[in-house]
């Protein structure tokens, strides 16, 4: 993915914020790997789930593998710019995280489940960066759609954040905040890697596994 050394790390303020502009993103809506819709609203029976955790090209990879998985789509949130480019948030002056928007049947594949994938697909202990890749728009976060969501990602986050501990490793800096506006990235980012098999993926999780009973054993 794109790299700019002089990457700000430093969140701006809504005042010195983007603008941004009304107008949407415009794309096909159609999910590049199984041909479904990857707008909202859900299917009738399916939940949302919305994470960012690095560069979302390897990021939404992660999730649209796992069974019980719908669609996934890339987009940017958590900021204060409107309908934000890929540039925009690149400079660091939008706020945005780029993240992966999860449908996902609950019958099929828990919530605790994609928490798992989530904080073991990256290394959630870095800050405003994952890997090489620095930068605002690359920190972790959980953004929960309702109480049960937030429940479990602040029990899961604090029960690996205990076992990391004891692998040396920091505190973790993921962000968990309610679900704010999700923005949709352009058409040429859905699915980048099948899209680009040999493309850029800068993830890396820790290797430590992340308990699924949220007790930290």
């Known amino acids: 993915m794109w790299f700019n050394a002089t990457s700000k790390i430093q969140m701006p303020s809504a005042d010195d914020a983007l603008p941004g502009r009304d107008k949407k993103m415009q794309i096909s809506g159609k999910h590049f790997v199984t041909g479904r819709a990857i707008t909202l609203p859900n299917p009738s029976g399916t939940e949302t789930a919305l994470f960012g955790l690095g560069c979302f090209w390897g990021a939404e990879r992660l999730f649209w593998e796992l069974e019980g998985v719908f669609s996934t789509a890339v987009g940017y949130a958590a900021g204060y710019t409107k309908n934000p480019t890929y540039e925009e948030v690149c400079s660091g002056k939008t706020a945005h995280n780029e993240v992966v928007l999860v449908i996902f049947d609950p019958a099929a594949l828990t919530y605790q489940r994609l928490l798992a994938k989530f904080f073991e697909g990256h290394d959630p202990t870095q ?91």
């Open 127 to 217: 800050g405003m960066r994952q890997g090489n890749d620095v930068g605002t728009q690359y920190r972790s976060g959980i953004y929960t759609y309702n109480e049960a969501q937030k429940v479990a990602a602040v029990k899961t986050k604090h029960a690996y954040e205990n076992v990391l501990k004891g692998r040396r490793y920091s505190e973790i800096t993921t962000e968990i905040i309610d679900a704010p506006e999700f923005y949709y990235a352009e058409e040429y980012h859905q699915q980048y890697l099948a899209k680009n098999p040999g493309g850029y993926c800068g993830l890396g999780g820790t290797g430590v596994s992340c308990p699924t009973d949220q007790t930290g054993e």
